[in-house]
């Protein structure tokens, strides 16, 4: 008994009841979390159109004492808390939108919302739990704001628009809210965000340090050729055919060109547009993709070959190809020494061995683009419920996405956790 008891006394008392009084606020808060985000799910609103969600965080923050800009990067809301000693700003995100999907769960507070998308009337649904996102921080925002005479530093709470992209000749999302100045008034020091995911075993936090999380680029090809007769191809100019062989060679980018050992590649056609007859060969056929990179310097070099392959394929074969590249997301990039300061923050928030490693991933995040910024950490946190086999879960983006949300409270201690424990010497 000595021995256990040891360790115990020498904790500092202030540390041990501030971290009791943590604890202690995250309880009180749980219940609401779950009921502003079911509210959210009930409400759901498409990137850059999160109007109502906006203004919920906004009032909240207010009714905190939260210092709030609104409008930022369109429909974003950025909070300020000083604490009441001076130390390092501390910046924590949750993203706001919701997707173009028509809801299949058989819910009290299943979405019924349609919305223009694009000049289309689509259901809108938080299909990849954003809404978990903007509960968790406002649950964050209250029990720090109630700690404020604890806290050594300021807290900057991001509520992101737009993750999820910006409508057709629209701005938004992390990459807007950086050129907006997010990061510099104050100067942050850190940024912390986080997924929950359908696959991961609720209340559990994955994390990888290093690469997480795919950069993505969307890539547009017109391949332009000469229009004949279909029984006459010796006429004309085949696009379909040349793209054809673009589409085969990209795959030599994958399995022959990039060094696999490093990071993995991934090139994928996923339209691809042309002719309107069986007898009538076009002149034109378009196609769109997206390339997923972990690395980088071989995304800088994927991206080249995709290009040189296009042009180089079109102009062997008498047609000619433009290609546009479009960034969307950089590498979602963990700096490694700051996963290691704060490992122990995510174990106190999801319990000792609920904290695991995981694989990168090919899926893309926007958090990358306040990591390019300042050293970031970006967790996932578990929301299958318990005893569901992960590849029965139903996946992000789809009409039967579902998520155990009993387990939030593990959320919001651990971005309370990361405003408490980040070191507050400066390095
Ligand atoms: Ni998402």
């Known amino acids: ?19 009791a009084g943590l604890e202690a606020k995250v309880k009180d808060v749980a219940a609401k979390v779950v009921e502003w985000r079911r509210d959210f799910h009930q409400n759901p ?20 004492g939260i210092e709030i800009k609104e409008g930022v990067a369109k ?20 993203d706001m939108d919701a997707l173009p999907v028509v809801e299949r769960n058989d819910l009290s507070y299943a979405s019924k919302v349609t919305a223009d998308y694009n000049g289309q009337k689509v259901g809108v649904m938080h299909a990849c739990g954003h809404d978990a996102h903007t509960a968790m921080l406002m649950g964050a925002a209250e029990v720090l704001s109630k700690m404020k005479a604890d806290i050594a530093g300021t807290v900057v709470f991001l509520f992101q628009p737009a993750e999820e992209g910006a409508p057709e000749g629209e701005e938004g999302g ?31 936090i994955r994390y990888k340090p290093g690469a997480f999380m795919a950069s993505a680029d969307l890539f547009k090809i017109k391949v332009k050729g000469k229009g004949s007769h279909g029984s006459q191809p010796w006429l ?45 060969i076009p002149e034109e056929a378009e196609m769109l993709g997206t390339i997923r990179n972990l690395d980088s310097s071989i995304r800088k070099k994927v991206l080249e070959q995709v290009k040189n392959i296009a042009t180089t394929i079109a102009e062997m074969n008498g047609a ?45 995040e926007d958090f990358s683009f306040f990591q390019e910024k300042v050293p970031g950490f970006f967790v996932y946190l578990g929301g299958m419920p318990i005893g569901m086999d992960e590849k029965k879960a139903p996946p992000h983006h ?23 424990d980040y070191p507050k010497t400066k390095k």
Not at 47 to 55: A, G, L, M, P, V
């Open 1 to 19: 008994m000595r021995r256990l008891l040891f360790p115990l006394l020498i904790l500092p008392a202030t540390v041990s009841a501030q971290q």
């Open 45 to 64: 609103e498409l990137s850059n159109r999160e109007f109502r969600t906006s203004k919920k965080v906004a009032d909240h923050l207010k009714s905190l």
């Open 75 to 94: 429909t974003g809301v950025v909070g300020i808390l000083k604490g009441a000693k001076p130390g390092p700003v501390i910046a924590l995100r949750a």
């Open 174 to 204: 992390a990459a807007l809210m950086v050129k907006e100045g997010v990061l510099n008034a104050p100067k942050v020091d850190v940024v912390f965000g986080m997924h929950i995911n359908s696959a991961t075993p609720v209340g559990t």
């Open 236 to 280: 004309g100019v085949d696009p379909i055919y040349v793209s054809s062989q673009i589409i085969q060679a990209f795959q030599g980018i994958v399995s022959r060109e990039s060094d696999l050992t490093k990071a993995p590649v991934v090139v994928s056609v996923g339209a691809i547009h042309s002719g309107v007859r069986f007898n009538i």
């Open 320 to 364: 000619t190809a433009e290609v546009s590249i479009e960034n969307k997301t950089l590498v979602t990039y963990n700096d490694p020494t700051l996963v290691q300061q704060m490992l122990p923050s995510l174990e106190k928030a999801a319990g000792a061995g609920n904290v695991q490693t995981m694989n990168w991933q090919t899926g893309a």
């Open 398 to 420: 789809t009409p039967d996405f579902k998520i155990d949300d009993s387990r939030l409270d593990v959320g919001v201690k651990a971005y309370c956790q990361f405003v408490f």
